[in-house]
């Protein structure tokens, strides 16, 4: 079963989980409204896997006995400038939901919860995503605005 504090720190990830999905879906949107067929697509892909990250923790807080409660998730913004924008907003946002994975790992190593550790120990993900987001938002300044259509293709093969 989990501690109180755990089931509180999970629901918060969980929420930010699916602020996460709604704001790499606003991105997707604007990409697509904007001619980056390719861009929307790995945004979406993006977003997908923000809500899988939600469900996979909502079904371990239940599997553990514990009370998944499904907060307001907040507004995201739906206006975005320039695609190198976009992308150094994704590399800041991937940022802090690592500290966010860090923080509920902190609860779990406080409340002295070995499998709750294993689990968010999964998210080690995080990681890989932030350098992704750091690895495009580089190629962005090194084309110096050139060559965005073949960026955007590129990123459309993202399935």
């Keep these: 079963m989990l501690s109180e504090n755990l089931v509180k720190a999970f629901n918060a990830q969980i ?33 997908k ?5 939600a469900y996979e923790m909502i079904d371990f807080v239940i599997k553990r006995n514990g009370n998944v409660e499904i907060g307001q998730i907040n507004v995201v913004p739906t206006a975005w400038g320039s ?3 976009v992308f150094e907003h994704v590399y800041q946002h991937e940022c802090h939901v690592s500290k966010l994975i860090d923080d509920l790992l902190d609860v779990a190593i406080k409340e002295n919860d070995k499998a709750a550790q294993n689990f968010i120990n999964k998210f080690v993900e995080q990681v ?8 495009i938002v580089d190629r962005i300044k090194m084309m110096n605005g050139h060559n965005l259509i073949y960026l955007d293709d590129k990123l459309g093969e993202r399935k």
């Design 15 to 47: 929420n930010a989980e699916m602020w996460s999905s709604n704001l790499y879906l606003s991105m997707s949107v604007y990409f697509a409204q904007n001619g980056y067929d390719g861009m929307a697509s790995w945004m979406r892909a993006q977003s």
């Design 49 to 53: 896997e923000e809500l899988d990250h």
């Design 83 to 85: 695609v190198l924008e």
């Design 128 to 135: 890989e995503e932030e350098s992704t987001a750091q690895t």
